[in-house]
Nanobody, 127 residues
């Protein structure tokens, strides 16, 4: 089981990027998905999560109102739409997953709750 992130790159302040997290050889149906990032010199932090059933999302205060997590139509992909990017958003972005679940558990931003991780994609926000 593998997760692969894509969509990172260099963008100017105020710009947008859409990150993708694709599952190989399985679907993400029933999986809780978290997007995390590691900023230079800082610990990995959770920034967006989507519940296993898709009915709940949560965002870190630092990205609330600017980032949106969503599932793709293929059930193998989850996206992180990032708008109004700032230089302080620069870092490596990871998706993580746990599941499948059929009910009863809502995840948090604790990285230890997610056994599946992608390799990360670099996002650089600079003029």
């Amino acid at each position: 089981l593998e997760l692969v992130e894509s969509g990172g790159g260099l963008v100017q302040p105020g710009g947008s990027l859409r990150l993708s997290c694709e599952a190989s050889e399985f679907t993400l149906e029933g999986y809780a998905i978290g997007w995390f990032r590691q900023l230079p010199g800082k610990e990995r932090e959770g920034i967006a999560l989507l519940s296993y059933n898709g009915d709940a999302t949560n965002y870190a205060d630092s990205v609330k109102g600017r980032f949106t997590i969503s599932r793709g139509n293929t059930k193998k992909t989850v996206y992180l739409q990032m708008n109004t990017l700032k230089p302080e958003d620069t870092g490596v972005y990871y998706c993580a997953a746990d599941g499948p679940y059929s009910g009863g558990y809502y995840h948090t931003f604790d990285p230890s709750e997610y056994p599946l991780w992608g390799q990360g994609t670099q996002v650089t926000v600079s003029a």
